[in-house]
């Protein structure tokens, strides 16, 4: 849930399209960022967010919504946690066009706006997002031509898949092969930075040449989106190939506050490079010793999964086909704590995420993540953060996690 929090908030910041982030039932706001709830139309009308989730039932990959100009896109996680992009509009609205949306979706503030986005750019995000959280691809293409799509966005679909096969066809002739972009991520997943340095030399000139997709028109902010992109995809891959989630966070943000120093295209290719190998090498000490840490790494992925769902160490161990005591034992001594409080630990930090990025409540924050009472939950977060969950979420909030800007 951190790296979707992550993704969700870097994505936000290169692309200024709003996200709401919603557990599988509609009913539980995971994060927020571009609108207040009481801004946002998915949380103002129930019948667009039905409409939303009706489209992600019937399919698997990332859907589009079309009403007159205006956009909204949605997929997945792994979880059937909901990611809802939007609203953009196509084309400028005026003072009138923003009234009569604000009166459609029973949105009463004053301030309400919509971004100008094409929807080339609105697919090129959902395409980038649902890669980065479940290694699946897609192309604009496949989110723009969903099968399952619903028969009032048919003709309006089938005019822009027309348009946009025939702006492309063309380019995509000579585009990077795809099947390139996967060895990237596996040899960065499988810890192998000689690999990584070979393919990187070889096809460079593929970057260089722009025959990776186009994200911008200017080829400086084009190249400073792909090095984006790469620096994601490459902490995704290390972290599948066993590095830490901290560690490999703490160097993406590192290597993204670089790339905002970078003064032309040739020091993003040399960052690009440096983050690929960086990632490889950390993956490769990971290896060294992952027979020893097997067990401890599968402990922790489980807990990752199941932190808003109540578990024993022995339904822990049964997961994982190990004795509890021998599993209690080693975890102890690699993590310096037990399974229990590394767990408690864990759920504290979702919770800390959860107060600065979402607008639930502390209560419905305490159950979700199935602390016993909100008093209980309250006491163990002053414990470790210091504070308590009131005083931390107005502390730490930030306005612009709420309140996007074009």
Same mark, same amino acid.
């Given at each position: 849930?951190?790296?979707?929090?992550?993704?969700?908030?870097?994505?936000?910041?290169?692309?200024?399209?709003?996200?709401?982030?919603?557990?599988?039932?509609?009913?539980?706001?995971?994060?927020?960022?571009?609108?207040?709830?009481?801004? =946002?139309?998915?949380?103002?009308?129930?019948?667009?967010?039905?409409?939303?989730?009706?489209?992600?039932?019937?399919?698997?990959?990332?859907?589009?919504?079309?009403?007159?100009?205006?956009?909204?896109?949605?997929?997945?996680?792994?979880?059937?946690?909901?990611?809802?992009?939007?609203?953009?509009?196509?084309?400028?609205?005026?003072?009138? =066009?923003?009234?009569?949306?604000?009166?459609?979706?029973?949105?009463?503030?004053?301030?309400?706006?919509?971004?100008?986005?094409?929807?080339?750019?609105?697919?090129?995000?959902?395409?980038?997002?649902?890669?980065?959280?479940?290694?699946?691809?897609?192309?604009?293409?496949?989110?723009?031509?969903?099968?399952?799509?619903?028969?009032? =966005?048919?003709?309006?679909?089938?005019?822009?898949?027309?348009?946009?096969?025939?702006?492309?066809?063309?380019?995509?002739?000579?585009?990077?092969?795809?099947?390139?972009?996967?060895?990237?991520?596996?040899?960065?997943?499988?810890?192998?930075?000689?690999?990584?340095?070979?393919?990187?030399? #070889?096809?460079?000139?593929?970057?260089?040449?722009?025959?990776?997709?186009?994200?911008?028109?200017?080829?400086?902010?084009? =190249?400073?989106?792909?090095?984006?992109?790469?620096?994601?995809?490459?902490?995704?891959?290390?972290?599948?190939?066993?590095?830490?989630?901290?560690?490999?966070?703490?160097?993406?943000?590192?290597?993204?506050?670089?790339?905002?120093?970078?003064?032309?295209?040739?020091?993003?290719?040399?960052?690009?490079?440096?983050?690929?190998?960086?990632?490889?090498?950390?993956?490769?000490?990971?290896?060294?010793?992952?027979?020893?840490?097997?067990?401890?790494?599968?402990?922790?992925?489980?807990?990752?999964?199941?932190?808003?769902?109540?578990?024993?160490?022995?339904?822990?161990?049964?997961?994982?086909?190990?004795?509890?005591?021998?599993?209690?034992?080693?975890?102890?001594?690699?993590?310096?704590?037990?399974? #229990?409080?590394?767990?408690?630990?864990?759920?504290?930090?979702?919770?800390?995420?959860?107060?600065?990025?979402?607008?639930?409540?502390?209560?419905?924050?305490?159950?979700?993540?199935?602390?016993?009472?909100?008093?209980?939950?309250?006491?163990?977060?002053?414990?470790?953060?210091?504070?308590?969950?009131?005083?931390?979420?107005?502390?730490?909030?930030?306005?612009?996690?709420?309140?996007?800007?074009?």
């Amino acid at each position: 849930m951190e790296k979707t929090f992550y993704l969700l908030e870097r994505i936000y910041r290169m692309t200024h399209i709003p996200v709401l982030y919603l557990d599988k039932t509609g009913g539980f706001t995971l994060f927020n960022i571009g609108y207040d709830s009481s801004d =946002n139309p998915f949380m103002t009308d129930e019948a667009l967010l039905q409409t939303l989730m009706d489209r992600l039932h019937q399919s698997e990959l990332p859907v589009l919504e079309f009403e007159e100009n205006i956009l909204y896109g949605a997929c997945r996680d792994s979880m059937e946690n909901m990611i809802l992009f939007g609203p953009v509009s196509t084309l400028p609205l005026t003072v009138g =066009n923003l009234k009569q949306y604000a009166y459609r979706h029973k949105i009463k503030s004053d301030t309400f706006r919509i971004s100008t986005k094409s929807i080339d750019e609105l697919c090129s995000t959902l395409a980038i997002f649902f890669y980065s959280i479940t290694g699946k691809s897609v192309t604009e293409i496949d989110i723009i031509s969903d099968p399952k799509d619903s028969s009032d =966005n048919k003709e309006m679909q089938h005019s822009l898949y027309e348009n946009y096969l025939l702006k492309n066809t063309e380019i995509d002739l000579s585009r990077f092969n795809f099947s390139t972009e996967i060895d990237f991520v596996k040899y960065i997943k499988n810890g192998d930075p000689d690999s990584v340095k070979r393919h990187m030399n #070889q096809h460079l000139p593929a970057f260089q040449e722009g025959r990776v997709g186009k994200l911008a028109q200017k080829p400086f902010k084009q =190249n400073e989106y792909l090095a984006c992109t790469a620096i994601t995809l490459a902490s995704r891959a290390a972290i599948e190939g066993g590095l830490d989630s901290l560690t490999s966070y703490l160097m993406s943000d590192l290597y993204l506050q670089r790339l905002e120093n970078c003064k032309d295209i040739a020091s993003i290719y040399r960052l690009v490079l440096e983050v690929q190998l960086s990632y490889a090498e950390r993956v490769q000490q990971v290896n060294q010793n992952k027979s020893q840490l097997s067990y401890i790494e599968q402990c922790k992925n489980y807990i990752a999964r199941n932190l808003n769902k109540r578990f024993t160490v022995e339904d822990l161990a049964k997961e994982i086909q190990i004795n509890k005591s021998y599993l209690n034992r080693k975890f102890s001594k690699a993590e310096g704590m037990g399974i #229990q409080q590394y767990a408690q630990l864990k759920r504290i930090e979702a919770a800390a995420n959860m107060l600065k990025f979402s607008d639930e409540s502390i209560l419905t924050i305490s159950n979700y993540l199935c602390f016993a009472s909100q008093s209980h939950f309250g006491r163990l977060f002053k414990e470790h953060m210091g504070e308590t969950p009131k005083v931390y979420r107005e502390k730490n909030r930030l306005l612009d996690f709420k309140k996007g800007t074009d």
